[in-house]
Nanobody, 128 residues
Framework: QVDLAESGGGSVQVGGSLRLSCVAS????????MGWFRQAPGKMREGVAT????????WYADSVKGRFTISRDNAKNTVYLQMNSLKPEDNAMYYC?????????????????????WGQGTQVTVSS
């Protein structure tokens, strides 16, 4: 059983920053492809960023490029999402997900069905 636990969400003003963390436990195989997704009320869940098993390659949604940075510390089984210059459109529940390494590639990184394990989510609220 793999468990993912997110933390770091909260309320910030426009232009502010937050750092989300996701701690994985129970994973016995090779390091998985790790991603952050988000879902705003009334909208579909969407990919935000994904990082490969070594932490050397990352993929980002166009809407967050240049503002968000995903990273991972495999020794701590932790993935981070540094969010800067937050905008009202970043308001959402943010989810951490772990998937097979196959999905850590162009055109696949944001396919929701490719991720087997999901956290409970952490809320990010950006106010003006």
């Amino acid at each position: 059983q793999v468990d993912l636990a997110e933390s770091g969400g909260g309320s910030v003003q426009v232009g502010g920053s937050l750092r989300l963390s996701c701690v994985a436990s129970g994973y016995t195989s090779t390091n998985p492809c790790m991603g952050w997704f988000r879902q705003a009320p009334g909208k579909m869940r969407e990919g935000v960023a994904t990082i490969d098993t070594s932490g050397s390659t990352a993929w980002y949604a166009d809407s967050v490029k240049g503002r968000f940075t995903i990273s991972r510390d495999n020794a701590k089984n932790t993935v981070y999402l540094q969010m800067n210059s937050l905008k009202p459109e970043d308001n959402a529940m943010y989810y951490c997900a772990a998937g097979g390494t196959y999905y850590c590639r162009d055109g696949y990184w944001d396919i929701i069905s490719g991720y087997n394990y999901w956290g409970q989510g952490t809320q990010v609220t950006v106010s003006s």
